[in-house]
Nanobody
């Protein structure tokens, strides 16, 4: 089992940057594909980015590609989401999630473990 704790959210002006972190418990972090999702008020949770176990492959939602970067440090049991050029429409609660499959999936229900989320608010 994996426990995930996100941090790094906050209030930022449009055009600014934030870096989210997700710390995982346990010694099996490197066996999980990791993803970031977000959920805005009144909307469904949506895929943002994901990274494979070794970090050799990444995938992004079209809405964030070129602005967000996902990375991981298996020695620190942590996955990151660097968010640049933030827009008001990026405002949401951001969640990290762990999936035991080898390949990346963008399907929310396929992820096994979830963090509690961290709020990101981008003002215009």
């Amino acid at each position: 089992q994996v426990q995930l704790v996100e941090s790094g959210g906050g209030l930022v002006q449009a055009g600014g940057s934030l870096r989210l972190s997700c710390a995982a418990s346990g010694r099996t972090f490197s066996t999980y594909t990791m993803g970031w999702f977000r959920q805005a008020p009144g909307k469904e949770r949506e895929f943002v980015a994901a990274i494979t176990r070794t970090g050799s492959d990444t995938r992004y939602a079209s809405s964030v590609k070129g602005r967000f970067t996902i990375s991981r440090d298996n020695a620190k049991n942590t996955v990151y989401l660097q968010m640049n050029s933030l827009k008001p429409e990026d405002t949401a609660v951001y969640y990290c999630a762990a999936d035991g499959r080898i390949t990346i999936t963008t399907i929310t229900s396929w992820y096994d473990y979830w963090g509690q989320g961290t709020q990101v608010t981008v003002s215009s």
